[in-house]
Nanobody, 122 residues
Framework: VQLQASGGGLVQAGGSLRLSCVAS????????IAWFRQAPGKEREFVAA????????YFADFVKGRFTISRDNAKNTVYLQMNSLKPEDTAVYYC????????????????WGQGTLVTVSS
């Protein structure tokens, strides 16, 4: 599976962005997909994940109520809708695919996109 993230940009605090993760490969629909982020000088951290069917979603506490995750398997795409953005959300956002079950762990993921930069100004 090859993943490509897009949709990042510069937004003011309180604004919204929608990130997209497009995958190549016929088996995309069988993989849980997650978003992680990495701010300068910090470790990569879990943001959100969605199961292969889209039936279950998981979120880090710091984005609950602000971000949603969805997928369209017919388009091989996973979306991260980010609302009420804060300056502390500034980071490079990565999408990733896994064969594993621990969806909030970086080490669970086998395939990574190249990242898209989100900058939130105060």
């Amino acid at each position: 599976v090859q993943l490509q993230a897009s949709g990042g940009g510069l937004v003011q605090a309180g604004g919204s962005l929608r990130l997209s993760c497009v995958a190549s490969g016929r088996t995309f629909s069988s993989y849980p997909i997650a978003w992680f982020r990495q701010a300068p000088g910090k470790e990569r951290e879990f943001v959100a994940a969605i199961t292969w069917s889209g039936g279950s979603n998981y979120f880090a506490d710091f984005v609950k109520g602000r971000f949603t995750i969805s997928r369209d398997n017919a388009k091989n795409t996973v979306y991260l809708q980010m609302n009420s953005l804060k300056p502390e959300d500034t980071a490079v956002y990565y999408c990733a695919a896994t064969n594993g079950t621990q969806l909030d762990l970086v080490r669970s993921y086998d395939y990574w996109g190249q990242g898209t930069l989100v900058t939130v100004s105060s």
